[in-house]
């Protein structure tokens, strides 16, 4: 099959597109026939190895990439099951989480793959498990968001903000969409009340006040943060970070919660969703809100299979308009 690969750690220049095996469906897995895999912060966080201190968790690998094919989120066909499988037969459509999606083929487990919306596209559907999970994670599961409640969303058109929106405003909460000038237009549509301009304001200024904020930036101190914060309120910080730190967004996290200790609002960290956890509840539930016309994937762009490199660059730069995916022939 044909599968984007990389040997080593380094910029988006190391990945390539070769030949390769076919994976085996173990008894507990299903095989997949990827037609479309999203790109996330992620696979740049995998591909680069970065920040340098998940190479010592063990998180990305040592000293070279632990998963030779990229690629996490995909939608696509069951082309097998193995053995213990139930519930799934080839020809069906799914979407879910992959590993090695980036590849005309990628294996993963049953409990990992939920059935693909009807009204979505492979594209649209790709663009689903790993930012709506987290989205749904941040807003409902962390921020505990209840109707009437202000809730803030910082990076409202990325891939994680733009489901953030919608899902805040399907528990019928005052949503704030920040994002910039070109962008205030969909940020709306998705269903927030109100537009801030971070060109123009800075929403930690003091003026108001959010029962609830999901920081998808990171790129605002911690005490401003909580400035704009009620006095009960919750701070959900959700990554942010950019190439090239030992530590990056995990040493912001880790400051976070110390400061949890000591102040009377909550202030919470939510790693995006990956391949643990309770993913096939969460998968069900942004489908299910899908299927009842509450959400909607937004795409901003779609790359061929060879073009990837040149994808895992736009979402490297931090300013993808809801998400990019990958099309696989």
Known sequence: ?????????????????????????????????VRAAALNPYDWH???????????????????PKSRVAGIDAAGQVEAVGADVRGLQPGDEVLGFCPGSFAEYAVTTADLLVPKPATLTFEQAAAVPMAAVTALRGIRTVGQVQAGQRVLV???????????????????????????????ELVRSLGAAHIVDHTREDF?????????????VGNRPLSRLCRALTPAGTLVANGGGSPGHVFGAMGSMLRLIAVNAFVRQRLRVILPAAPAGPTHEDLLAVTALIEAGRLTPVVDRTYPLTDVAEGVRHVERGHARGKAVVTVP
């Open 154 to 184: 910082n990076g409202a058109a990325g891939g994680v903000g733009t489901f953030a929106v919608q899902i805040a405003a399907a528990l019928s909460a005052e949503v704030t969409g920040v994002c910039g000038a070109r962008n205030v």
């Open 46 to 64: 995998m591909m680069r190895g970065d920040p340098f201190m998940a190479r010592l968790t063990g998180a990305v690998g040592l000293t070279r």
């Open 204 to 216: 930690t200024d003091g003026r108001g006040r959010y029962d609830v904020i999901l920081d998808n």
């Open 1 to 33: 099959m044909k599968a984007i690969v990389q040997e080593r750690f380094g910029p988006p220049d190391i990945l390539r597109l070769a030949d390769t095996d076919r994976p085996e469906v173990g008894a507990n897995q299903v095989l997949v026939r």
